[in-house]
T-cell receptor
Framework: DAGVTQSPTHLIKTRGQQVTLRCSPK?????VSWYQQALGQGPQFIFQ???????QRGNFPDRFSGHQFPNYSSELNVNALLLGDSALYLC?????????????FGEGSWLTVV | RKEVEQDPGPFNVPEGATVAFNCTYSNSASQSFFWYRQDCRKEPKLLMS???SGNEDGRFTAQLNRASQYISLLIRDSKLSDSATYLC??????????FGTGTRLKVLA
């Protein structure tokens, strides 16, 4: 039973560049959420995708965008990178038709912006 | 006021001790509640869901008090392997999950 998988695991980008992170949900899950976790903080909700549409969003600027594909996998795109975007980006999947279901995380992508 | 608040700790306890963590939430519409465990530089992993009636899983007991809007986690007979950060998570309908900043636990030999 494949869990949530993310790629790449680590990457370094320069300020102003753009980055794309990828996620495949746990087998049988149809919903993907993205979180940003800065050092010493809890994960912060970026947005959630279900049926290829963004259905809820946290307090993140439009520089953060995403996509969900028909196979339920997802991408997170961040444009015009800032130093403050350096963080662990976590993808979580769940079975999404109803609210409040348990979410399962991938190992995350460590992004460093220099 | 933060939507979910936890004491960041660290809690340093000896092996075999009982330790309790509390978490408060501000949104009365919150529907589902969870405790996650996160090891250093790893992803959060589900420890247990929290139900109104309270629930127990081995050495771990979780309680929910909706009237006072807090959640607790009790760990009995602490093991060295329990050392981690414990994250309180609240689901705000329909689909948003809010995490606390986490409480660090270090169990000492």
């Amino acid at each position: 039973d494949a869990g949530v998988t993310q790629s790449p695991t680590h990457l370094i980008k320069t300020r102003g560049q753009q980055v794309t992170l990828r996620c495949s949900p746990k087998s049988g899950h149809d919903t993907v959420s993205w979180y940003q976790q800065a050092l010493g903080q809890g994960p912060q909700f970026i947005f959630q995708y279900y049926e290829e549409e963004e259905r809820q969003r946290g307090n993140f600027p439009d520089r953060f965008s995403g996509h969900q594909f028909p196979n339920y996998s997802s991408e997170l795109n961040v444009n015009a990178l800032l130093l403050g975007d350096s963080a662990l980006y976590l993808c979580a999947s769940s079975l999404g038709a109803s609210s409040g279901n348990t979410i399962y995380f991938g190992e995350g992508s460590w992004l460093t912006v220099v | 006021r933060k939507e979910v608040e936890q004491d960041p700790g660290p809690f340093n306890v000896p092996e075999g001790a009982t330790v309790a963590f509390n978490c408060t939430y501000s949104n009365s519409a919150s529907q589902s509640f969870f405790w996650y465990r996160q090891d250093c530089r790893k992803e959060p992993k589900l420890l247990m869901s929290v139900y109104s009636s309270g629930n127990e899983d081995g050495r771990f007991t979780a309680q929910l008090n909706r009237a006072s809007q807090y959640i607790s986690l009790l760990i009995r007979d602490s093991k060295l392997s329990d050392s981690a950060t414990y994250l309180c998570v609240v689901n705000i309908p329909p689909y948003k999950y809010i995490f606390g900043t986490g409480t660090r636990l270090k169990v000492l030999a």
